[in-house]
């Protein structure tokens, strides 16, 4: 039997997952969640009832691997011998099942300004932890009926809509195993940001003009509720620029930045675009595996002797 909980939409939300249908439902202004009873937090899912939530594309990087020669005269040098190998989603899959069971069920939430780059690094983290991925916006949006009724809906009543937020993170916060994309309003209250503690909250810092460029060249493939995105370019960078400004201090309290400005620098590229969501995500997996090892020693030096 499904339990009840709070969240929201005017229609059947339903996940790609071999569980029962996940349900969304209008309640005049409040928010209702009809789901599973292995989604309560801290109540571990069996992992093999996930399909992956896409499929990451293979990483071809070069590397110089030492080679031993022969000759005919018995002696031996040692060469660069160059092999191509398809070895990051490898090693960013081995990376989550050594991290998976450290986290016991712990929600992740993934904290900055809303971007496809984002979307995808938590719809890929959600693949190779078996967890479920949430977009909190998206829950406003079918709670709302859709992206222009939430608009609406926020022009209207400003306060009403800080509280269905509010609401939807209240109920995603009282959950385990999900990756969970926060909006912006996620930051911008002390409510709200300690709904974020319940989990770990990681910062996607990137660059505000890359975040401009992809809302001047397709304007509808996410919603953002602080920005009008019907001006030009240079009108969407301010506006976002405003908008960081505003809710930065939000984002720093996070447990953990990525930074795609930094982690480019770190891997030797001149193009933000050459770093992939599989870099990103080992670089997440790597700051959640440090946090949780912290917890653990903090765990350890509270036992008693």
């Known amino acids: 039997m499904a339990m009840n909980t709070t969240v929201s939409s005017l229609t059947d939300f339903q996940f790609n997952i071999?569980?029962?249908?996940?349900?969304?439902?209008?309640?005049?202004?409040?928010?209702?969640l009809s789901l599973p009873p292995s989604l309560r937090r801290n109540h571990s899912l069996p992992l093999h009832i996930c399909r992956p939530f896409m499929q990451s594309s293979a990483i071809r990087r070069r590397r110089s691997l030492p080679s031993t020669c022969l000759v005919s005269d018995g002696t031996s040098f040692n060469v660069e011998a160059k092999v191509t190998v398809d070895d990051l989603s490898l090693e960013v899959k081995k990376k989550a099942m050594d991290v998976g069971p450290e986290l016991k069920g712990t929600s992740i939430f993934l904290v900055g300004i809303?971007?496809?780059?984002?979307?995808?690094?938590?719809?890929?983290?959600?693949?190779?932890?078996?967890?479920?991925?949430?977009?909190?916006?998206?829950?406003?949006?079918?709670?709302?009926g859709g992206e222009a009724a939430a608009?609406?809906?926020?022009?209207?009543?400003?306060?009403?809509?800080?509280?269905?937020?509010?609401?939807?993170?209240?109920?995603?916060?009282?959950?385990?195993?999900?990756?969970?994309?926060?909006?912006?309003?996620?930051?911008?209250?002390?409510?709200?940001?300690a709904l974020l503690r319940h989990g770990i909250t990681l910062w996607i810092d990137l660059p505000l003009q890359m975040i401009a460029e992809e809302f001047a060249e397709d304007?509808?493939?996410?919603?953002?509720?602080?920005?009008?995105?019907?001006?030009?370019?240079?009108?969407?960078?301010?506006?976002?620029?405003?908008?960081y400004q505003k809710i930065k201090d939000g984002y720093v309290t996070a447990d953990a930045s990525i930074s795609l400005q930094k982690l480019a620098s770190k891997l030797g590229y001149d193009d933000f675009n050459a770093v992939t969501t599989e870099d990103m995500a080992l670089e997440a997996l790597k700051e959640i595996e440090k946090l949780t090892?912290?917890?653990?020693?903090?765990?350890?030096a509270a036992k008693p002797f």
């Open 18 to 32: 071999h569980l029962p249908k996940i349900e969304v439902m209008a309640l005049n202004s409040s928010f209702s």
């Open 114 to 144: 809303n971007s496809s780059i984002k979307i995808k690094l938590g719809k890929f983290l959600a693949d190779v932890l078996r967890y479920y991925y949430f977009d909190s916006d998206s829950l406003v949006v079918e709670a709302s």
């Open 151 to 193: 608009k609406l809906y926020k022009q209207r009543d400003e306060n009403g809509f800080r509280a269905s937020e509010t609401e939807v993170l209240k109920q995603l916060s009282s959950m385990g195993r999900l990756v969970v994309c926060a909006g912006n309003g996620a930051v911008q209250s002390s409510t709200n940001l």
């Open 219 to 243: 304007r509808s493939q996410h919603p953002i509720f602080d920005i009008s995105t019907s001006g030009s370019y240079s009108e969407v960078l301010g506006q976002i620029t405003s908008l």
């Open 293 to 300: 090892r912290v917890k653990k020693m903090i765990e350890a």
